[in-house]
């Protein structure tokens, strides 16, 4: 790989980060880049057990994450140490047992309500399904963390929350990321952005703070919750936390599921395969946590997607103290990465590795688990990822029921956008059939 004076392998990843980091890791399973400082690429499931897991409190997130305060604030995605420690303890019961079965109730609910628009658009000429989708995650997340359906606004949220990871990939990737109060373009484009968010939170905040109804989203779950000293989350915390779970619960959903959609247009067969499952296991009913459990083939679906297509490509991490990782040694402040996009393209764990064969999840042990981590490992695990699963496999076989999916453009040539997220390079238009 060439290197640039000054720059080193910058001007080459920029270009296309994920061409980059593709070629980059033929070259062994730990490998030394230049962005303009030295980080390493890790690239086996040893070196990332090492990292995130055997050895995790060495290491902290590293520069994405912290510019991504910028958007986000101190929210669970961007904080570190004690104070994550802290914000975990809060949000985690929010998504295990009871709590799930009645995000599960809202995310059927919500899906029932949105696919006579998904009929009518689709069938009269055909869907850009990003688009219908993000719709569809937006309004999901907006009752489960606010309490309101966020529908009507879902085309303004999904552009301005694109367009604020859009400028913190710019500012990662930037020789010189200027602080905030300095009036260029850029800056004043990610306050606008970050502001137009908050205010959309702080008025559900408000606005929960003067009801008397009793509400069963997270902000109110959050408002009422108290550490061991009795103290709530100030107004800060709230609306920081609820800025990240709105991100994260309908950019990396959204994403995910257009990918997955994409790979059934062109493998119709599975579709066929998910719809007799569905039929098997719901018939026409609703589904609980039990019957979504039992829809194998369908989540073995989701699962061949997320290891095609993460939306969580790539993570950072940031050495605390001197390590020693795959033989080679690191120094206090030095990076590296990894990236799920690449372990989970990685012949030494995955045979046909661009192929779409949901069928290696269905027989899949867990001799290479560090080599599938679309939520991340260890402590830093994603903690929604199990809400994710559910409400993928939910609205996959929602709409697999009811109806087939027909790519529009399929001889159109489409590879990863990387960004934040690692996003399709175009619009995916399909047309919809009823079964």
Not at 173 to 183: R, T
Not at 211 to 220: A, E
Not at 238 to 267: I, P
């Amino acid at each position: 790989m060439q290197r640039q004076f000054l720059i080193g392998h910058l001007g080459s990843f920029k270009k296309n980060p994920v061409a980059f980091l593709a070629e980059a890791a033929l070259g062994g399973e730990i490998v030394p880049l230049y962005l303009p400082k030295l980080v390493y690429l890790l690239n086996s499931e040893h070196a990332i057990r090492h990292v995130l897991v055997d050895n995790h409190a060495n290491y902290r997130k590293g520069t994405v994450s912290r510019r991504l305060k910028v958007f986000l604030g101190e929210g669970l995605l961007t904080t570190e140490g004690n104070y994550w420690k802290y914000q975990r303890r809060f949000i985690q019961p929010l998504f295990v047992g009871a709590r799930l079965d009645d995000l599960l109730g809202i995310i059927c609910k919500t899906i029932h309500d949105f696919l006579p628009r998904l009929e009518q658009q689709g069938l009269n000429g055909g869907i850009e399904i990003t688009s219908e989708l993000t719709r569809l995650t937006t309004s999901i997340i907006g009752k489960i963390v606010l309490g309101v359906d966020l529908m009507r606004e879902a085309d303004h949220i999904g552009q301005t929350i694109a367009e604020g990871l859009e400028l913190a990939q710019k500012r990662e990737f930037s020789l010189l990321s200027l602080p905030l109060w300095v009036p260029t373009a850029t800056n004043r484009q990610s306050v606008r952005i970050r502001n137009a968010v908050s205010a959309l939170i702080l008025r559900e905040i408000e606005s929960h703070k003067h009801s008397s109804d009793s509400k069963n989203d997270i902000l109110s779950h959050l408002m009422d919750a108290r550490d061991e000293d009795g103290r709530a989350m100030t107004v800060e915390q709230l609306r920081d936390q609820s800025m990240t779970l709105l991100l994260a619960g309908h950019v990396t959903t959204a994403t995910s599921l257009s990918w997955l959609f994409y790979l059934l247009g062109k493998h119709q067969e599975h579709q066929e395969y998910i719809a007799e499952e569905v039929a098997s296991v719901l018939g026409d009913a609703m589904p609980g946590l039990a019957e979504i459990d039992k829809l194998k083939y369908t989540r073995a679906c989701v699962e061949e997607g997320l290891r095609l297509y993460p939306p969580s490509w790539l993570l950072h991490r940031e050495a605390i103290n001197a390590d020693v990782v795959s033989g080679v040694k690191l120094v206090p402040g030095m990076n590296v990465l990894i990236s799920p996009y690449l372990i989970h393209r990685n012949p030494n764990y995955w045979d046909n590795v661009e192929g779409f064969e949901p069928n290696r999840f269905a027989t899949r042990m867990d001799d290479h688990k560090f080599a599938y981590i679309p939520f991340g490992a260890g402590p830093r695990y994603c903690v929604g990822a199990k809400l994710a699963d559910v409400e993928a496999v939910t609205i996959v076989a929602s709409i697999m029921r009811k109806y087939r999916i027909t790519l529009m453009d399929r001889d159109v040539p489409l590879i990863p956008k990387a960004s934040v997220t690692l996003r399709p390079s175009r619009p995916i238009h399909v047309s919809i059939q009823k079964r």
